[in-house]
């Protein structure tokens, strides 16, 4: 098997910083050490860079199939290795939304042929696939009765995920792109109280509350705060009743970020995480961005952004919502909703960590280990023996330009012109240099599909 | 104007407990005193007696008009002068619902010519009168956003509310006893953010979640927790947002109490309140009561009851929730909800206080000074000059056993045998002497509405 040094870096973990060695055997760490000699390896000078876990994106929209004009696996996987994402997870909400088995078994195809950095698939929830994805069990029992009077569902083994093969279930309490919407208590607390232990990704937005401040016409804003606030309050509730674990997609406000810190105080199995535009956006650019910072959830008010930086140690992750839609569309009449942020993100996190607004571990942290704790991901995310060699080396000192042209089929980013320090030097997956010195050498087909502890 | 002079009594006040004499001019208190010498009034020895301020029950079903058969006005408030109750709140779930001027005006000529205490009128929410009711404005305008991006409606002078004349506007978010439920976002949010600033008395259970319950037949419990729990997660959300004082009428659970803790430390404006027998009854008791342990929120488990206790600080109002049924109704096949409580609520707090489960102060805070205070009673609750002299005068040393008959024309009680210390001994309601040495001094037509400050 092909042996691969990587000598002299600086390794990036979410516990520490250190100067460091990687032997790569085949597709994986072999041995992480101060100083290893392997004659027979080829050698990566690392002298000088940083290396990170490659990130794992655990909220990404490729709309393939579906809407490939503005995304397919290939580009979508392209700008995902080119922003040292090594990792995606795939949401459900493709025009043909991805709720059964039938459509997983469709994208996992299109997937395996397409992509070029590996992948995770995420199925739909939808008001009547609760039984065929959760398995057949979904009413509660007697014997479930927890403290305080509530249905406590214990924790399960994952005997359905494996047949499955979904990384996790989306849930959408408000409408965004696509049709999956699931608003219903019925069906959303049998999605809960099933017996199967995905983690339930949910976009928190009260959808009646989105309906009601859509059609009131004198309204600032039509996708408020209270939208989020009450759609999360809600599923807290559900997933300290039922003990299923229920993650919180693309945070953005204070009050959700308290109200998820109160509900981990209090044992509630509960995740979250926020898209780099709602840390590194607010209100305050909407008017220069036009209808390309229109996003759901929406940019949000400078308060809510410094919420969330205040926050950072209580946020799980950093998913981007990589959500492309074209030029043309987004300069339409009725512009959709959502921006890419592949790319971006790893750049814009490690500017920040120049700027001592986080910590690189913040980020190894927020980037890695955390979405495979999350989503139980084997293989991935540590620097350590036996997992994939996926790392992501960077340059702290380079400078960069977030400009034209991108990776991504849309072509566009809410961050151009964006200027820092910290850009990506090379990126290694499962033992294979997938980019260096800015050139790829990753072809469709490279990508596989991750596994579930 | 006639004098009367309470002498040698033990004022108890939530602040303090001090021996006193009390003046009492017409019908109202006009000096309050260590010792009072007044030769012209006529003296009522207290030796040996606690004298509270008249308990005001915030919840209050008084059956009239539309179900007499089960309980009038002036059997109603009959029972609540027993047991020591000198205003009651009634709420509007009749069975013609009084949701509208017309209705209310109907109740108030009905309550005037039959009460023989104090009463005010509770209006109903529907999801068509928030208009009405609250005035003309309902949509929320730009300049009122808020911190953290939330729509905050600032307080307003109640200058509707005396035209109205209700205390309080009673919103239904499950289904309960009579027709009045409101479970759309849409008319929830506009009685919360309506230019009014009548408190919003909730009956806090999802709806849709009471509805799933109910359906799933091997549900241990037909209305959970997690069914109050997500209710006031939802209202105290939309509070928070509308800046709008919300109550929530009888907490039961433990997670309930922490919602409200939590968001009173945050400055929301909401009050709580308990029912007795969530504190004196619970799940344990179910089995021996049959029929005549129905109620709704049902009586719960013993951990959410010493929850209760344990965060009676917390809990400002105790409030019956005094909703009779005859007896037949409750054998019958399909008993409805509810018990009355006007008559036991005070003997079983005032042998609570015996036990020391809770402090004779605390008593007069809960039954007295907090329904003033968040229903904005003028003249009521206080042992001081100016207020009304509405006192209940106790004697904490006497035996009691609670039995038929009993004033309500239910005329049966769910802690029928229950025995203690504390009997009412006095009730003066507005200067008069209403109840002495167990005969009633009190004509329909005695009562009096309460007007708002």
Redesign the interface.
């Known amino acids: 098997m092909e042996r691969l040094l990587i000598q002299n870096g600086t390794i990036v973990t979410p516990d520490e910083i250190m100067r460091g060695d990687i032997l790569i055997v085949g597709e994986t760490i072999a041995r992480v050490a101060p100083e290893i000699r392997a004659d027979d390896a080829r050698v990566i000078d690392a002298t000088g860079l940083h290396i990170f876990p490659g990130a794992i994106d655990a909220h990404v929209h490729l709309r393939d199939p579906g809407a490939t004009h503005k995304e397919d696996f290939t580009t979508g996987t392209r700008a995902a290795l080119a922003g040292g994402v090594t990792t995606i997870l795939d949401m459900p909400n493709n025009s043909t939304p991805t709720t059964t088995r039938a459509a997983l078994a469709e994208k996992r195809a299109i997937a395996r042929a397409r992509a070029v950095c590996d992948f995770g698939l995420v199925i739909g929830a939808t008001a009547e696939n609760a039984e065929e994805i959760n398995g057949t069990r979904t ?4 014997d479930e ?1 927890g ?5 406590r569902v214990p924790p399960r083994s994952s005997a359905s995920n494996d047949e499955l093969g979904a990384v996790a279930i989306k849930l959408y309490l408000g409408a965004t792109t696509g049709d999956l919407l699931v608003t ?3 069906p959303v ?1 049998r999605h809960f109280s099933a017996r199967n232990d995905l983690p339930i990704v949910v976009h928190a937005e ?1 959808n ?2 989105l ?2 401040f859509a059609g ?1 016409s ?4 039509k996708r ?3 939208a989020a ?2 759609a999360v ?2 599923v ?3 997933a ?2 039922t003990g299923r674990a229920v993650h919180i997609a693309h945070l953005s ?3 959700e970020i308290e109200l998820v810190k ?1 509900a981990k105080a209090r044992g509630v199995r509960v995740t979250c995480e926020v898209a780099p535009h709602h840390l590194f956006l607010s ?1 305050d650019d909407e008017e220069r961005l036009g209808a390309f910072g229109i996003v759901n959830p929406p940019l ?2 400078p ?2 952004v410094r ?1 969330l930086w205040q926050n950072l140690a209580h946020i799980d992750l950093v998913a981007t919502d990589h959500a492309p839609h074209t030029r043309a569309e987004k300069e339409s009449a009725k512009p959709p909703s959502g921006m890419p942020g592949l790319e971006t993100m790893l750049p814009l996190l490690l500017n920040a960590a120049n700027e001592k607004r986080l910590s690189l571990s913040d980020i190894a942290r927020m980037t890695a280990r955390n979405p495979v704790r999350v989503f139980h991901l084997a293989h991935k995310a540590e620097i350590a023996e036996g997992f994939d060699a996926d790392l992501t080396l960077v340059n702290l000192d380079a400078e960069f330009v977030i400009q034209k042209p991108f990776e991504t089929k849309c072509n566009w980013s809410p961050f151009e012109g964006t200027r820092g320090r910290g850009k990506i030097a090379r990126v290694i997956l499962r033992g294979r240099e997938v980019i260096a010195d800015g050139k790829f050498f990753a072809e469709p087909g490279n990508g596989r599909e991750v596994q579930r502890t």
């Open positions: 009413a509660p029992r007697a009765r403290k305080n009077n509530l249905i219903e208590f019925d607390y009260d009646d509350a309906n009601f009131a004198r309204h600032p804003q408020p705060a209270i606030v009450l309050a809600r807290l509730a559900i300290e009743t406000t204070a009050r109160d209100t949000r008010a308060d809510d919420a």
